[in-house]
């Protein structure tokens, strides 16, 4: 063993001794109980930023945890490879997409091994390449002939300068996510999964997964968004609409009917349609409602707007003739793109009527009361008894919906059904960095998908994109085909995939990636999923989970698979965020400037007062603590930090500064702090190893003192085991740790005995700190005498007989005021111990004169007596 703790050495040998034996090789072993650790796997971009770092290391960490556990564990890695950035950097720097992100991969797959990640890289998967999307491809054409795929125009965001269709989350404030351009809607053929049809089971299955964490649950639940409701027809007014028909709305509150005061439809809706035919003016407002974008987020915010239309309904109740307006905040894809307004009882309808003048009437008896003028106000949503609405008064939410059933039903104006927000998912996109549509259109015979012989549809990797629409639509040497059912001249499909399709299964791919006989091995995939424990930003938590959720069903039921949710446990880590600094420019704008180019003043209590950029020694404003971006320039490029320090330091770092799934703060005193700790394990494991190995401690014959070391080695493994399996807290588990080092460093060595201690002591340390710095651990074992690899070895037990203390020391109160401590052995009745209090020389000058009324014993605790 060096003197000197050389982490380049030490990780270099672990690594390579890992690579040699395969140490991380996962292969199905029946009967043994498996883990299978998940990270999300990373977009290759170039190189790897703080946040990939932290979560690699976490999902790491438990995965080497679990394997000290004695459990067949696999940890794979692969590459999200398709996608926008590819295409942006071709364009900007000539180079092919294909050929960037190969690059890319390469590099990041060396700077993940640098970080002594336990994975198993037999199993990469890579989703830009045709082995894997072969069999995306294929299960499309299955889904296409089973109809859970289907082709159909749709309204989407159109953006005009990526020439691309956009998700109502890429577009933001109304403008395209990544161009900033102002985004059109318009009307484009596309192809969805009919992720409707799953929607019950989405939302159901939520509660078969106690280990997901409840906020993630509820995003999910709100995002499939169920309500039950009623279906309500409003008559038309024949005189003003010139021709027999109902108004169809949803409304979640039935209850409010008699409240209703107008009706609202869409700018797209048939009414408003039939209305600016009547009424040019109108066409105006409805088509500055058809430009905005499609994203609810926005129509909930942007200020309510309408016009009024010549347009009479009747109600289906009363027959009485009400308005129609054309209003900004009805969905035309939500419900029935029109809604029964209420203005009493919901505030879209409250802002909207007050706006217009249109008359507002409370039906529900609320907590806000009767009073005037606004007695809906504050209580929206709020469910009470009828008012003002005739034979249905005095009823509550659940008799008013069942009694306005029955009065709907019997007119056939209405009646109950449950709506879902969540829509079918569109996945056409017109890119070219990304899995070709496996589907060609003949004239003769429609859209017919291609046959499984024929696939994979492979997309050519030597295209420069120019950023004009899409270049699969520009090469006739990809689209021109014959038909693959008639023979005839055909035109391949030049859209390529929603790049969420390729992350929506590559968990499932990972248990056979090189399986040539079909899209999964079922016998792999059934021992491997579900994964046991996933790790990723919460930035996922909606859309990737949603979609890799609704895909593991989708295989279920194309039977390659038999579990029915692919995340058992899962584990959102939390940011890595960072202090950022400034400089106000003249124009208002502001200069970021990277931390480490930035010096930090403090005051004598370390307070920070103030900060200089290095460079020019001139004070810069501290902007506050934020998320690493660029846009701040705040990250911290991790790979300088493991070239300075070494991957354990940087291990150890993350793990101790916060939990996993709290935000962590840069700090370079934190990873000094780190680098410091491994080196005092280094130097006492060194002094031990440097005077031969002690033999076996022999609990029996050791001093007090000694026996107090035993138990401070034996408490760490209890309170670290525990922190460790239980809540993944590893920040507090390396704090026992930190704890026992404390212990072990004032130790004595001078007999056998002692020797013997540190031996236990450093071996517990060893293990306790295996999963978060495997390098360091990896020498220290072997130096410690141990002929296997402390990567087969199991996680510490305790042994409880050395926590047993021999004495305890018990607090003393006269009247609840701590008065005193007495020292007794641990097993010491409670007639001696009240005895030992009582004669307590401090106690009994407290007691003084006084009559000892009663004594109350905590065993192991305090003695309180009570006296006056
Ligand atoms: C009358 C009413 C009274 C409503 C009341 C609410 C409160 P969730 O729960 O999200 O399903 N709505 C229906 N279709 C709409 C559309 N296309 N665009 C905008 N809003 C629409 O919401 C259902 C409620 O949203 C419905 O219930 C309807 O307003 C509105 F005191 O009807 B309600
Ligand atoms: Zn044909």
């Given amino acids: 063993m060096h003197e000197q703790y050389q982490p380049r050495e030490i990780e270099a040998a672990a690594q390579s001794f890992w690579e040699r034996n395969q140490s991380f090789l996962a292969t199905l072993k029946p009967g043994k109980e498996k883990f299978y650790c998940l990270s999300m796997f990373p ?70 091994c640098s970080l002594g990640l336990a994975i ?66 318009r009307e484009i053929p596309m192809y969805y999964f009919k992720i409707t049809a799953y929607a019950d089971e989405l939302l159901s299955s939520l509660d078969d997964l106690p280990g997901w964490p409840e906020q993630v649950k509820t995003m999910q639940r709100n995002w499939i968004g169920k309500s039950r409701g009623m279906e309500v027809a409003f008559p038309y007014d024949v005189a003003s609409i010139g021709e027999e028909g109902t108004l169809k709305v949803f409304t979640t509150r039935p209850d409010t009917l008699m409240g209703a005061t107008y009706v609202a439809v869409a700018a797209e809706h048939p009414l408003a349609t039939l209305a600016a035919q009547q009424d040019t003016s109108l066409r105006s407002f409805i088509d500055e409602c058809k430009r905005g974008g499609v994203a609810e987020a926005d129509l909930a915010t942007q200020e309510k707007k309408g016009v009024a239309t010549p347009l009479r309904v009747q109600h289906p109740l009363t027959g009485e003739l009400m308005p129609v307006w054309i209003a900004n905040y009805v969905l035309m894809n939500y419900g029935e793109g029109a809604v029964m ?42 469910h009470g008894t009828l008012i003002n609405s005739g034979e249905f008064d005095g009823l509550d939410f659940q008799g008013a919906f069942d009694a306005m059933e029955m009065a709907l039903l019997k007119k056939g104006l209405g009646k109950s059904r449950t709506q879902f927000r969540l829509r079918d998912w569109g996945i056409s996109r017109q890119r070219y ?26 997309l050519p990797e030597d295209v420069v994109p120019d950023g004009t629409g899409s270049p699969l639509a520009k090469m006739p040497a990809f689209y021109e085909c014959r038909c693959p059912s008639c023979g005839a001249p055909a035109k391949r499909e030049t859209d390529t995939m929603d790049t969420f399709v390729e992350s929506s299964w590559y968990f499932a791919r990972y248990a056979s990636p ?41 295989m279920r039921d194309e039977g390659l698979i038999t579990s029915n949710e692919p995340f058992s446990n899962l584990l959102t880590q939390g940011m890595v965020v960072a202090e950022t600094y400034y400089r106000l420019n003249a124009n208002g704008s502001k200069d970021w400037f990277n931390p480490a ?42 790979q300088a930090m493991i070239d300075q320090y070494g991957a354990d330091t940087c291990r150890l770092f993350m793990m101790f500064a916060s939990p996993p799934d709290m935000s962590l703060e840069w700090s370079d005193a934190g990873v000094e702090g780190a680098s410091r700790f491994l080196r005092r394990v280094w130097r006492l494991a060194q002094a031990h190893v440097a005077t031969g190995l002690p033999a076996a401690v022999e609990p029996g014959s050791l001093s007090d003192a000694q026996k107090d070391v035993r138990r401070a080695i034996h408490l760490a493994i209890k309170q670290a085991s525990v922190d460790v399996g239980q809540h993944h807290k590893f920040n507090t588990a390396i704090a026992q740790v930190m704890t026992l080092m404390n212990v072990l460093e004032k130790a004595p060595s001078d007999s056998a005995a002692d020797r013997a201690l540190l031996q ?49 020391t018990l607090v003393i109160q006269v009247n609840g005021k701590l008065r005193g401590q007495i020292d007794v052995a641990a097993d010491a009745s409670r007639e001696a111990v009240e005895a030992a209090a009582r004669g307590n020389e401090n106690v009994l000058r407290f007691l003084d004169g006084l009559t000892i009324r009663k004594v109350i014993v905590v065993p192991g605790k305090l003695v309180n007596i009570v006296a006056n």
């Fill in 43 to 112: 977009y290759p971009s170039g190189k790897l930023h703080m946040g990939h770092v932290r979560n690699y290391t976490i999902g790491d960490v438990i995965a080497r945890y679990h394997r000290m556990q004695g459990k067949n564990v696999l940890q794979p890695m692969g590459w999200d490879a398709f996608g926008m950035p590819a295409e942006n950097a071709a364009m900007k720097n000539n180079v092919a997409p294909a050929k960037w992100t190969y690059e890319n991969i390469e590099y990041m797959k060396g700077q993940l």
């Fill in 120 to 185: 198993d890289w037999t199993r990469e998967v890579t989703t830009c390449k045709p082995d894997y999307y072969r069999w995306e491809q294929w299960l499309f054409t299955r889904l296409f002939e089973k109809g859970v795929i289907y082709r159909k125009n749709g309204t989407v965001n159109w953006d005009p300068v990526d020439q691309t269709v956009l998700a109502n989350e890429q577009v933001i404030d109304g403008r395209g996510w990544r161009s900033g351009a102002l985004i059109e809607k």
């Fill in 341 to 382: 307004a209420v203005p009493a009882h919901d505030a879209r309808d409250f802002e909207f009527a007050e706006k217009y003048g249109l008359p507002i009437k409370p039906v529900v008896r609320t907590s806000a009361g009767d009073a005037t003028p606004s007695p809906w106000l504050d209580a929206y949503g709020e």
């Fill in 433 to 458: 960095w990304g899995c070709p549509i496996p589907i060609v259109h003949c004239d003769a015979c429609g859209d017919v998908p291609v046959p499984a012989e024929q696939l994979p549809v492979v």
């Fill in 514 to 554: 090189s399986f040539t006989g079909g899209m999964l091995d079922k016998a792999e995939a059934d021992y491997w999923l579900p994964v046991d424990q996933y790790i990723g930003g919460i930035e996922h938590a909606i859309l990737h989970l949603l979609y890799a959720r609704f895909f593991h069903k989708l």
């Fill in 597 to 638: 180019d930035v010096e930090v003043e403090r005051d004598a209590k370390a307070k920070v007062v103030g900060a200089r950029l290095k460079a020019d020694g001139q004070p810069v404003e501290i902007g506050g603590i934020e998320k690493m971006s660029k846009s701040k320039n705040n990250g911290v490029d991790p």
């Fill in 760 to 808: 236990e002591g450093l071996e517990a340390v060893t293990l306790l700190l295996a999963p978060i710095t495997p390098h360091i651990c990896h020498t220290l074992w072997q130096a410690l005498g141990h002929a296997d690899a402390v990567i087969d070895a199991t996680w510490p037990t305790v042994d409880e007989s050395a926590l047993v203390q021999d004495t305890l």
